[in-house]
């Protein structure tokens, strides 16, 4: 967290976080995007799995973020939608859960998961 020298639209503070080793890639969206190309099952699960965790009431989407030599994930800035669309402007609530499903497959780690 950091104060500015000068209000910025409002906003006395900002978030910043260091920069992401490797190379930054959004996996799906707040909407309907996934991407195909360089998909991967474990954010696409991360999402589904959300969503049954939290017993249908909050889904994490809007994954992105890197891959590391390990070929571990550091996910960063989601985006969340809620029955209540109580997180924002990104937050579309069931819609956006809607189309998450419209676009996803469910893979071996969603299986896996129950």
């Given at each position: 967290?950091?104060?500015l020298?000068?209000?910025?639209?409002?906003?006395?503070?900002i978030?910043?976080?260091?920069?992401?080793?490797?190379?930054?890639?959004?996996?799906?969206?707040?909407?309907?995007?996934?991407?195909?190309k360089?998909?991967?099952?474990?954010?696409?699960?991360?999402?589904?799995?959300?969503?049954?965790?939290?017993?249908?009431?909050l889904?994490?989407?809007?994954?992105?973020?890197?891959?590391?030599?390990?070929?571990?994930?550091?996910?960063?800035d989601?985006?969340?939608?809620?029955?209540?669309?109580?997180f924002?402007?990104?937050?579309?609530?069931?819609?956006?859960?809607?189309n998450?499903?419209?676009n996803?497959?469910?893979?071996?780690?969603?299986?896996?998961?129950?």
């Open positions: 967290l950091m104060k020298d000068e209000p910025m639209d409002g906003a006395e503070y978030s910043i976080e260091e920069q992401l080793p490797g190379t930054f890639l959004k996996y799906n969206s707040n909407g309907k995007f996934v991407n195909q360089e998909k991967s099952r474990t954010a696409q699960a991360f999402s589904h799995f959300s969503y049954h965790s939290s017993e249908s009431r889904m994490v989407t809007d994954i992105q973020g890197t891959k590391l030599p390990d070929n571990s994930f550091l996910f960063t989601p985006a969340i939608h809620s029955q209540k669309r109580s924002g402007e990104s937050d579309i609530g069931p819609t956006g859960m809607k998450f499903f419209e996803h497959s469910c893979n071996q780690i969603c299986v896996r998961m129950g």
